[in-house]
């Protein structure tokens, strides 16, 4: 057997497109991989008990604290251009003079809506997308 169906979005798929799981008869889960992840997601944002062990979690362990700031510290060393567009939006926004609308201007989607730059020497010239066009999007 190459192939399966996904219990959630009923489309027929290679088996490399669902996770392993040996309590399976097959040997993988009845969910596909994007299914199972857009279900990960939901969860994360909607469940306030998961959000407050995420938040524990970063906060009560210094060694995740460290890593994150030695990699926005790298990001920022890496494409500084990105980083001063990315403060520039953040700022603008909380400073009212740009407005983040609530829904993505590509999918029109509710949800985390972020702001995408064209060219990083305009940083207040952004595309409001949400997280999945984003990542579609560059």
Not at 47 to 54: C, K, L, T
Not at 108 to 127: C, M, T, W
């Amino acid at each position: 057997m190459s192939g399966k169906v996904c219990f959630k979005c009923k489309i027929e798929k290679d088996l490399t497109e669902f996770y392993k799981h040996g309590q399976m008869a097959d040997g993988h889960l009845g969910k596909c991989k994007e299914c199972t992840k857009q279900d990960v997601r939901r969860r994360r944002r909607d469940n306030p008990s998961v959000q407050e062990y995420d938040r524990r979690r970063f906060h009560d362990n210094p060694e995740r604290r460290a890593a994150t700031t030695t990699a926005a510290r790298r990001r920022m060393k890496e494409c500084p251009e990105k980083y001063r567009a990315h403060y520039a939006v953040s700022n603008a926004v909380r400073d009212g003079r740009l407005d983040r609308p609530n829904r993505c201007s590509r999918c029109n989607e509710k949800g985390r809506i972020e702001g995408h730059h064209e060219d990083y020497s305009k940083p207040l010239e952004v595309i409001w997308l949400c997280t999945l066009c984003h990542r579609r999007y560059t």
